[in-house]
């Protein structure tokens, strides 16, 4: 019973499906056929399947609801991203949060956004009461257009699409690109919400391990041959959560093997700004054919004023504007208007400056720290926040993570991230949010725990 009701859950089976015969389940889990008679006869009197004479028993009544949880793998919840996730939002403000993905407060450019907020309430009505052009505020896409030049992608205005997040970006991108069953490589590990995200379009998530010049070459070849991916799906610049660099060898290799396959590739570029000298895109190699990039000013501006980008083939552009309308109506005019002003003033290249140095000393301080207490950086990232630890031999990332809880601290556990669940041994910390003293209190004290 528990099987099927499973399998009703996932979608599975939809209303109206044939069950499998009695001789096929009974084979399949190991059970005698009366015992496949009795749970037929259970589940069709609760209402659940229904005896059509001739043809067997077909589900009844209407499709279930879509549960994340139910869709995804059987974790301890300490490890599973939507978990994770929610530690990291609901935490209040003291909690020291190491595991979390975006910048402590006093980090962020407060006054300079401040500035912004009153200089567009000055503005004229239309400003703060219209919905917005479905394809965004012109002059924020001009300005990201003209960004993008910067990297070596030479892209038109009407290439940008501007959307409530970069969630939203990719949640767009999964609507209009892929359908339920659907394969999509991810790098294994990954950004953990990549996994709850696919899992929400009920696609067939494959994992290709990711290395530290970028994914697996050869392993994602194998990929693509075995299991027809139609996305992969990836970070562009710094890998999270590794913080490695792809080198251009890979780059090359990878769109390779894209146009051999018919893959599109959707590479996320949220830690732009972080970055002091531009890694590799996939997009300035391999052009917006094949290469759809999205972004979002959450990391540098601010988690509240939420605005994100889409940049791609003008086609496809096109059609995902009428899905956004579908989906959306129109998009934070209010938010595109502010982070336009944060981005054009004089303050916002000194913030980042900023910002570049203050991570780079964190970071530093960081493995400084970690290092004699036994956890050692996979890679030593040129950039960002992110730095990924193997643990201490013997110790388990989840029951790590498990312990911080009841201490009131969020870690984050190398299995969030990784789709094979082989990184118990890994963990990854977010050096912006590692000044609070517990935190490295509590790693030492386990540690001497553990061993």
Known sequence: MRVIHHRIETRE?????KLP???SIAETLEVSKSTVVEAYDRLAAEGSIRSKPGSGFRVAGHIAPLSLSILGPDLDREIDPLWISRQSLESGPEAPKPGCGWLPPSWMPTEILRRAIRETARADDPALMDYSNPLGHSAL???LAQRMASYGLPVATDQVLLTDSGTQSIDLLCRYLIRPGDTVLVDD????NFHALLRAHQAHVVGVPYTSVGPDAERFAQAAADHHPRLYLTNSAIHNPTGATLSPIVAHRILQLADRHDITIVEDDIFADFESDAAPRLAAFGGWDRVVQTGSFSKSISG???CGYIVGR???IDALVDLKIAVAFGGNRLAEAIVLGVLKSGGYRKHVDTLRLRLSNAMREAIRQLKPIGFVPWVEPRAGMFLWCHLPRGLDAARLAKAALEEGIVLAPGNVFSLSHSAQGLMRFNVSQMADPRIYRFLA????VGR
């Open 13 to 17: 089976l939809v209303p109206g499906a």
């Open 21 to 23: 015969s009695l001789r």
């Open 141 to 143: 896409r001009q300005f």
């Open 189 to 192: 590990p990954c950004y953990f």
């Open 304 to 306: 509240s004023v939420r």
């Open 314 to 316: 003008r086609d496809w």
């Open 445 to 448: 004290r386990e540690c001497r």
